[in-house]
């Protein structure tokens, strides 16, 4: 078995119109907020994602919810898998990409499992994305999906305390602006983040990774 090397998930940002699949950023480069993680050979652990070892806390926040409630982090949130991604709901194409990936994971589990599972889409544009527009946006995806939004700042400090960057970029010609975030995907098992999920993890090992994490939330384990 290979050894253990560690990775620094480092709010690396990527602009959407760039990259696919879970995790549109490469998660070991970047600057901001970092959190060590364990990258782990194929039969090293228990995740085709990265593992985060030791666990890193869900950070509390203030939010509103996309039916306009306000939400308290990590209390108000009722399922005790959770999926963390940063995006907008303008975004050309990586954000797409990745919540179609999540949707079609979770339609891969057992629906007692999937119910277990609260994927949680926060806005890296809380100027444009109300909680209407995220309501209507998640609807394409799967009405169970959790959009939050938020005070700029708030959502910012959230995003680099769990490695992700946010930050404005380039005015666009149709009058706009590109939004820069990170796209990976964290993973928590209650308030613990135990995984992240990088560019290019495949639907199948996502619904796989989603499977040991709702038996982790089971059992009190991680593993």
Known sequence: MLAAAAVLVAGAVAGCGSGSGPGGSDPAAGAGSAVVVESRSDDGGPYAG??????????????????GTRVQLPSDLDRPVRLFFFGYTRCPDICSLVMADLTLAVARLPAEAAEQVQVVLVTSDPARDT?????????RFDPGFTGLTGDLDTITRVAEQMGVAVEDGPRLPSGGYEVRHGAQVTGFVG?????VWPQGTSVDDLAGDLARLVAAAGTGTRQ
Do not use: H, K, M
Request: hydrophobic share 45%; no cysteine; proline share 16%.
């Open 131 to 139: 909680p209407v527009a995220l309501r209507a946006y998640l609807d």
């Open 191 to 195: 308030s613990d983040g135990v995984v």
């Open 50 to 67: 990265i593992e985060v070892d030791p666990p890193f806390a869900l950070p509390p926040a203030a939010l509103t919810r996309d039916d």
